[in-house]
């Protein structure tokens, strides 16, 4: 229930203190006030409300499945991926933002992926970073939580004083001497939470502990989806390094056989020239990609909470039997309750709703209860006595009438903040879509282009194999034999590119649907099991 009630700005406080003992106040105005007082409460708390608006409509149009995953279905019915250990199929796990993903990078068969994982988790300074957030937030969200109840004190003191004459209204002539006053009490408050200024704090906390822990969790998936894709990128370096290397030795070779037939007059010194060049400029590329290998190890380190100086993973080339998990993209509408960017941003809109009707009750009265009781005395002796008790208690009603307008316009701010939340919720859905929908394109890109460049690879090596026959035998050029070594180079490069890029693509679509997935059951395929809901 939501008012819309004009009220003045500033405050007025309306004191209502409790009856005094029986022996001292007076009856005959007793139970007017008491009546009064108990009417004036009982219509403040039959009009309390939750100011809080009605949860904004952040609805999107989902669609029923990726435009994409057409493609992605295709690749899989033709095999192009490979199966697990076990030869089970994949489906999507269930959609659950605070289900546990699993160790999804195992399913790669990488020994040496899953130690890098189980490092990078527990010595990661981002990682970290995110854990002590959640840890403030949930101490937040504690600290609200105390304000349903009630808060209780003791105090205990001495108090040195003397008086003025002029302030006790005795002559100037009278002297009067110092005293100690001796207290001992307990203190109580409570706030009647009549327009849920309370209620409404606690579940921003709530949400905002929410958003914490989905914050987490993405900061967490993306951590190991970084160490995975920097792993297979420094393994596809590897590939490539040794590629080069096989290169260059078939170079000298091939430089080598210039000089001879050089020698025996066979070929001009042309040939021997441009054996020289190709060879020189392979070897530079070499260094290129061993300069590029050790920059991407550098960056593993960093991922893993390491220094790079102290940080060293042997060189393991990704060979083109490289098992790589077949990923099925679910449904879309899964997808809004697995990613935690997703969660993170309703957490944030529902605080930020929260957050509306708790300046909104700053318009509205507050009611306060306060106690205090225990004993006074001047002489330490008597502290305790009966005679020296001592208690008071008030129930203080508080509300704005002029502030200059200083809660409406934070109850403007909060309208605006809420605003934007909706908006920002909008906007990671959308991004959401479309980055699974990139990943679906990418993969299936990368595995038409495999089916396609492995039978080039095929002819590459043969026409190489050919032409190097010719040369020797003096039937072509040695520019023949170098254009189809050049051709055989850059595909077999190309190859080596496209396996790292499939493992890469593989876990950025992993990252996309917000992490791993559940095996299939016996019997069921990846493309015919249903994502459960």
């Not at 890098?116 to 981002?126: D, I, K, R, V």
Request: charged share 20%; proline share 6%.
């Amino acid at each position: 229930m939501t008012h819309s009630l004009s009220l003045p700005q500033g405050p007025v406080t309306l004191p209502v203190t409790l009856p005094l003992p029986p022996t001292t106040r007076p009856r005959q105005r007793t139970h007017a006030f008491t009546a009064t007082a108990a009417a004036v409460l009982a219509t403040l708390v039959l009009a309390g409300c939750n100011t809080a608006p009605a949860q904004p409509d952040a609805r999107i149009a989902v669609p029923e499945a990726y435009k994409e995953a057409s493609a992605l279905a295709a690749a899989q019915a033709a095999d192009l991926a490979q199966p697990a250990a076990d030869g089970s199929r994949w489906k999507p796990a269930e959609p659950s933002e605070a289900q546990a993903r699993g160790a999804w990078w195992e399913t790669f068969g990488d020994p040496t992926l899953n130690q890098l994982e189980q490092q990078a988790e527990a010595a990661n300074p981002g990682l970290a970073v995110a854990a002590a957030r959640v840890k403030a937030a949930r101490a937040l969200l504690s600290s609200s939580q105390a304000d349903r109840l009630p808060q209780l004190g003791v105090s205990a003191g001495v108090a040195r004083q003397k008086p003025s004459a002029a302030e006790q209204g005795l002559s100037a002539d009278q002297n009067i001497a110092p005293s100690s006053l001796w207290r001992a009490g307990l203190s109580a408050s409570y706030e009647v939470d009549l327009f849920q200024r309370v209620a409404n704090s606690v579940q921003a906390a709530e949400a905002d502990a929410l958003a914490s822990q989905a914050n987490h969790r993405s900061v967490l998936l993306s951590l190991q989806a970084d160490v995975a894709q920097t792993y297979f990128q420094l393994r596809t370096l590897d590939a490539v390094v040794v590629l080069l290397t096989q290169t260059a030795s078939l170079r000298e070779q091939s430089l080598q056989l210039a000089q001879r037939r050089l020698a025996a007059g066979d070929v001009s010194e042309l040939d021997v020239a441009r054996a020289r060049t190709e060879l020189a400029t392979t070897q530079a590329d070499l260094q290129a990609q061993r300069g590029e290998r050790a920059r991407t190890e550098h960056a593993l380190a960093v991922l893993l909470g390491q220094p790079p100086a102290a940080f060293g993973l042997a060189a393991q080339p990704l060979p083109a039997d490289a098992r790589v998990p077949m990923v099925p993209a679910g449904l879309p509408s899964a997808l809004l309750e697995r990613r935690p960017d997703v969660a993170a941003a309703q957490a944030r809109m529902m605080a930020a709703t929260a957050r509306v009707g708790q300046a909104r009750s700053a318009l509205f009265p507050a009611l306060r209860l306060t106690a205090d009781g225990g004993f006074a005395s001047y002489e330490l002796r008597d502290l305790f006595l009966w005679s020296a008790r001592s208690w008071v208690a008030n129930a203080v009603l508080s509300m704005p009438i002029f502030d200059g307008g200083r809660n409406r316009a934070g109850v403007n701010r909060a309208e605006a903040v809420l605003e934007e939340s909706v908006a920002d919720y909008r906007q990671t859905v959308l991004g959401a879509f479309g980055d699974v929908e990139d990943k679906l394109s990418g993969l299936g890109s990368v595995r038409a282009q495999t089916l396609s460049l492995s039978e080039a690879v095929v002819a590459a090596r043969r026409s190489a194999e050919l032409a190097d026959k010719r040369y020797r035998a003096g039937e072509d050029s040695y520019l023949t034999l170098l254009d189809t070594q050049r051709s055989l180079l850059a595909v077999e490069r190309q190859a080596v590119q496209l396996r790292g890029a499939w493992a890469t693509g593989t876990i950025g679509l992993i990252r996309s649907l917000g992490g791993g997935w559940a095996p299939t059951p016996p019997g069921q395929t990846a493309a015919t099991q249903p994502a459960k809901s």
